[in-house]
């Protein structure tokens, strides 16, 4: 099985200035959800959709997609055995399904997900 690209995330300091700032320039209907603000691309069926984070920590500026997997702890473990890192582990989205983060050995952090 593949592993999908499915979401992305969008890391800053002030969400609001952020949403604002991505709602105008390319017209994303993005709705503000706790602490995150989902953004619906407006693809009409192409491209992915994603959401806008302000963590209140480091890191503030960050982009970083999500791969779809069947198993959060095997990928993990299979990063890890290549030479990655777990940054955050398996953590349960309500309702939705979990993520998690891991680094590649460049430093650069990418999402797995698992939906319900």
């Given at each position: 099985?593949?592993?999908?690209?499915?979401?992305f995330?969008?890391?800053?300091?002030?969400n609001?200035?952020?949403?604002?700032?991505?709602?105008?320039?390319?017209?994303?209907?993005?709705?503000?959800?706790?602490?995150?603000?989902?953004?619906?691309?407006?693809?009409?069926?192409?491209?992915?959709?994603?959401?806008?984070?302000?963590?209140?920590?480091?890191?503030?500026?960050y982009?970083?997609?999500?791969?779809?997997?069947?198993?959060?702890?095997?990928?993990?473990?299979?990063?890890?055995?290549?030479?990655?890192?777990?940054?955050?582990?398996?953590?349960?989205?309500?309702?939705?399904?979990?993520?998690?983060?891991?680094?590649?050995?460049?430093?650069?952090?990418?999402?797995?997900?698992?939906?319900?």
């Open positions: 099985m593949g592993a999908p690209v499915v979401h995330e969008i890391g800053c300091r002030n609001q200035k952020t949403v604002k700032f991505y709602s105008d320039l390319f017209g994303w209907k993005i709705d503000q959800q706790g602490p995150a603000a989902m953004i619906d691309t407006q693809g009409g069926g192409s491209g992915i959709d994603g959401h806008i984070a302000s963590l209140g920590h480091e890191p503030h500026n982009v970083t997609i999500y791969a779809q997997v069947n198993d959060l702890q095997a990928y993990l473990k299979k990063a890890e055995n290549q030479g990655g890192k777990t940054v955050v582990p398996p953590v349960e989205v309500p309702g939705m399904g979990h993520f998690a983060w891991f680094a590649d050995p460049d430093g650069n952090v990418i999402g797995l997900w698992k939906p319900l």
